[in-house]
């Protein structure tokens, strides 16, 4: 429908994305964040040097294209090693080294069904990270906020 010149659709920018806001629900992340004073408000502190790290590594793994992709092709159903090499035209070695990564940062969990293994997200949350960031990348950027 068209409104003062202007396209709009029935849908809201979480619905086009298929990102309802009740698929993910977060546990209260603000229980375990201290703010820092004013002067330094965007600065968070998860509590320990410790989970900084975890929280750092866990964005480096997610943050590479093609284990990107690998995480992209597990949250729908269990896949296998062959199957997501064949999506995403890699070697089945390279896969495989992305995997051991995503294993071990707990991003992903493996199944074994007799000879073969399949992967799939860990949990929810993982879903929920990747349809929150998804979220994000789709919103307008508004000029006069990003200045």
Same mark, same amino acid.
């Not at 209260?28 to 820092?36: A, D, L, Q, R």
């Not at 929810?124 to 990270?129: D, K, M, N």
């Not at 919103?139 to 906020?145: A, G, H, S, V």
């Given at each position: 429908m068209i409104v003062d010149g202007a396209?709009?659709?029935s849908k809201s920018p979480q619905e086009e994305l298929d990102v309802t806001p009740d698929k993910c629900q977060h546990m209260?992340?603000?229980?375990?964040?201290?703010?820092?004073p004013a002067k330094s408000r965007n600065v968070v502190s998860l509590g320990s040097n410790d989970a900084v790290v975890q929280l750092a590594d866990l964005f480096r793994?997610?943050?590479?294209?093609?284990? +990107?992709?690998?995480?992209l092709a597990c949250l729908d159903e269990p896949i296998s090693v062959g199957e997501i090499a064949e999506q995403l035209s890699q070697s089945p070695s390279l896969v495989s080294h992305h995997l051991r990564l995503l294993k071990a940062t707990r991003? +992903?969990?493996a199944e074994r069904r007799g000879k073969q293994i399949f992967y799939s997200a860990l949990d929810?949350?993982?879903?929920?990270?990747i349809?929150?960031?998804v979220a994000h990348v789709g919103?307008? +950027?508004?000029? @006069? @906020?990003a200045g």
């Open positions: 396209m709009v659709t209260n992340i603000y229980s375990k964040v201290v703010m820092m793994v997610m943050g590479d294209p093609t284990r +990107l992709r690998i995480i991003v +992903l969990r929810e949350h993982i879903r929920c990270v349809d929150d960031v919103e307008p +950027l508004d000029i @006069e @906020e």
